[in-house]
């Protein structure tokens, strides 16, 4: 350290750090970062040691931004300007002829509430609704949503499953109310359970803002990136990270079919049973014992068949419930 | 030279070490270590050199020399280090530029207490971290400041945000990038509220 090191500054660090913040936008911008997008990246990376540490430094500095986004108490979005005024009429005309299309089994309109109109899936049951915005919502087995009559996109999961698909419009908001907090869509696709007071949303596809229930009259909000999975209860938000095919396999129903990787014969159990009238009893001793495989959403018979045949147990029948024991 | 013994050592010493750092681990050290002493080595080297203009470049050579280091072993800690080579190179610079630094190396002097000075409790810093963050985007361009907030808070992509703001995507483009920029300084060099 004695000599001073020989330094070619080629590149102003101002310039060099502006370079840098364009290559983290540009990755976080683009949804399909491809091999050569990150080749690009990594020869400029390691053309210089200033590029390298002023895109470390300018990576976590904008890191420290998202920690914003998570925590920041909500608040209320901007008043719309005028200019928009009128292009959210259009919208309200266009959201007022929503109309429900393909929909075998409608159990019941809302007479409570004139506003909504309900609709519903029995157990094992699925249907889709495919709104006249070009959303579509598919509910799973044992569901309940509520749609808006007439204006608005707000819709209400009172219980049970259903998947989203939504037709996003920056300026009329798609919103899921649920027990505990919403979810606001900004482009997506995604799926929401709501199950004993717990809600989980589940984001496959674009982003959404999930809104934690209000708490002294204080609202926490998340943005969710594809993968991201929420776990709210009335008082409580945690946020996972779950692998595409993870998610792909827990969306199964959408095909009819119960996908199980590393699931205990527990876990196993307690999906069976949200479709069928047949009611799987596992016993304890076994309760932890791993399953894999792929079966009909109805087919309890085969699953039981198949813990006998792969895992040596005994199956019993008694009216609706199914017993497994050792 | 004001440079002390023990340093000197420690650097020999760290010279002599060749084990390969993983450039992740070399990436948590510096995040980790060294970007939360940045306000305090801009205050020093405020104090030292009259040229704001040059402050990020020294800024960035400092950064340099001690990543060189750093590649063979992650010197922990790193604040003797880190001002002894923020030292080293200001008097290399005097001595090229021909100045004689009476006021720099008062300074100098100076700011060694300084850079003993402790770091907040990270407690504290997780505490502040929401009001430092609102601090520094309202040193932001209002139109930077909402296309930051579009994406960060609201996380809209650049076609909604020009959507939102109605603009064109290029300006969003722009607006993102220095809005970005500088908040990405001043959250690491004005780390003190």
Redesign the interface.
């Known amino acids: 350290m004695s000599e001073p090191m020989q330094h070619a500054v080629s590149q102003g660090a101002d310039a060099i750090h502006a370079r840098a913040v364009e290559w983290l936008l540009a990755r976080e911008d683009n949804e399909d970062w491809s091999g050569a997008d990150q080749a690009a990246l990594d020869a400029w990376l390691n053309e210089a040691p200033e590029h390298l540490l002023a895109y470390w430094r300018a990576k976590s500095g904008w890191k420290r931004t998202e920690v914003l986004s998570a925590l920041r108490p909500f608040r209320p979005q901007p008043k719309p300007e005028p200019a928009h005024n009128w292009k959210r009429f259009r919208l309200a005309m266009v959201a007022a002829s929503v109309a429900v299309i393909g929909i075998a089994g409608i159990i019941a309109a809302n007479w409570k509430t004139e506003r909504y109109v309900t609709y519903s899936t029995a157990l094992g049951g699925h249907k889709t609704l495919a709104l006249g915005d070009g959303s579509e919502i598919e509910l799973n087995t044992d569901t309940v949503v509520r749609l808006p009559k007439g204006v608005g996109r707000q819709v209400i999961l009172e219980k049970g499953e259903a998947f989203f698909q939504v037709r996003h419009d920056d300026s009329n908001p798609f919103i899921v109310t649920t027990n505990s907090g919403r979810v606001v869509d900004l482009g997506t696709k995604f799926v929401i359970r709501q199950h004993n007071r717990v809600v989980k949303v589940s984001l496959v596809e674009g982003r959404a803002r999930f809104e934690g229930a209000s708490q002294e009259g204080e609202k926490r909000s998340v943005v969710l990136d594809p993968g991201d999975v929420v776990l709210a209860t009335a008082d409580s938000v945690s946020l996972m990270k779950k692998p595409a095919r993870e998610l792909s396999n827990e969306m199964g129903w959408r095909h009819g079919m119960l996908i199980f990787r590393h699931k205990t014969l527990a876990e196993a159990a307690d999906e069976f049973n949200r479709y069928n009238t047949e009611k799987i009893i596992v016993d304890p001793s076994v309760a932890h014992l791993e399953i894999r495989g792929t079966f009909h959403t109805a087919d309890v018979s085969l699953f039981a068949r198949m813990t006998e045949k792969a895992l040596g147990l005994h199956t019993s029948t008694k009216g609706n419930d199914i017993s497994i024991t050792r | 030279m004001v440079?002390t013994p023990e340093t000197?050592r420690e650097?020999n010493e760290l010279h002599a070490r060749s084990a390969g750092v993983s450039a992740h681990d070399l990436?948590a050290w510096?995040?980790s270590e060294v970007?939360p002493l940045e306000p305090a080595l801009m205050q020093f080297l405020q104090h030292s050199w009259r040229r704001p203009a040059d402050l990020?470049?020294l800024?960035?050579?400092i950064?340099?020399?001690l990543?060189?280091v750093a590649k063979t072993k992650p010197p922990h800690p790193v604040k003797p280090l880190l001002f002894?080579?923020a030292r080293?190179l200001l008097i290399?610079r005097f001595r090229r530029e021909r100045i004689i630094p009476i006021e720099g190396v008062a300074d100098l002097a100076e700011i060694e207490v300084a850079s003993d000075a402790p770091t907040p409790d990270r407690s504290v810093i997780a505490r502040d971290?929401?009001r430092r963050?609102?601090a520094a985007l309202e040193k932001l361009p209002p139109r930077c400041r909402e296309a930051?907030m579009l994406r960060?808070?609201?996380?809209?992509?650049?076609a909604?945000i020009a959507?939102?703001m109605?603009i064109s995507k290029e300006t969003v483009?722009a607006h993102?990038?220095d809005g970005?920029?500088l908040?990405?300084?001043l959250?690491?060099d004005r780390d003190t509220p």
Not at chain 2, 152 to 158: F, K, Q
Request: no cysteine; glycine share 6%; aromatic share 6%.
């Open positions: 440079e000197t650097l990436e510096f995040v970007l990020a470049d800024r960035q050579d950064y340099v020399r990543y060189e002894t080579i080293n290399d971290e929401v963050l609102e930051v960060r808070v609201e996380g809209l992509n650049r909604e959507l939102r109605g483009g993102l990038r970005a920029r908040l990405i300084d959250l690491h």
